[in-house]
């Protein structure tokens, strides 16, 4: 979550950065970008962060990893 919100600027970081601090974060980020109307980036964001943890899981495995779909 800090790293998405290290790509926004402006009110909608300071917004986010407020909203992950303590208890019920994750719940409490996720509505603010829900009402940001950021939903699909967040979503975008996260996917890629999740495709680069795989490659990078692969590597490590001495695995081979192909781009697309099945």
Avoid: N, P
């Amino acid at each position: 979550m800090e790293e998405f919100i290290w790509t926004l600027k402006g009110e909608k970081a300071d917004k986010l950065e407020c909203a992950i601090r303590g208890r019920g974060a994750f719940r409490r980020f996720k509505d603010k970008v829900d009402r940001m109307g950021i939903s699909q980036q967040w979503y975008d964001f996260q996917t890629e962060c999740y495709r680069k943890l795989a490659i990078q899981w692969c590597r490590e495995h001495g695995l081979e990893y192909a781009e697309g779909s099945m």
